[in-house]
């Protein structure tokens, strides 16, 4: 993940995978198998929808479809901050560079979101 990719189809896509084997190395709690359920599907529904807003039907479908990709990284930072790290500091640095790259795809998708906006204008 240190590398940044700069197309957001593939960077997207490669949340969702590094998130997923992050997941395979966390300690096995009641809490974290149900958090890890819905990390799991949000962070692979940033993507899809990204997806989606590149194959949308108008403007109004694109910025719906934009707006999901923002609320859903930040669905995925959410549950990573509630994960049971085990004080395992591999893990620990793991998870922060997934909710760094979870904010940064916020960031990214306002972005859009603001641009679009001021196109419409």
Request: proline share 1%; net charge positive; with cysteine.
């Amino acid at each position: 993940m240190e590398n940044k990719v700069y197309d957001l189809e593939e960077r997207t896509r490669l949340f969702a995978l590094n998130t997923r084997q992050f997941i395979k190395r966390l300690p096995r709690t009641i809490g974290n198998v149900e958090d890890a359920k819905q990390l799991v599907r949000s962070s692979g529904s940033v993507g899809a929808n990204y997806i989606e807003a590149n194959e949308s039907l108008g403007k109004k479908d694109f910025l719906m479809r934009i707006k999901i990709c923002r609320k859903e990284a930040k669905e995925s930072g959410y549950w990573l901050s509630l994960l049971d790290l085990g004080g395992n500091e591999v893990i620990i640095a793991e998870c922060n560079k997934l909710q760094q790259e979870s904010r940064e795809l916020m960031k990214i998708f306002g972005a859009i979101l603001t641009k679009s906006a001021m196109k419409a204008e």
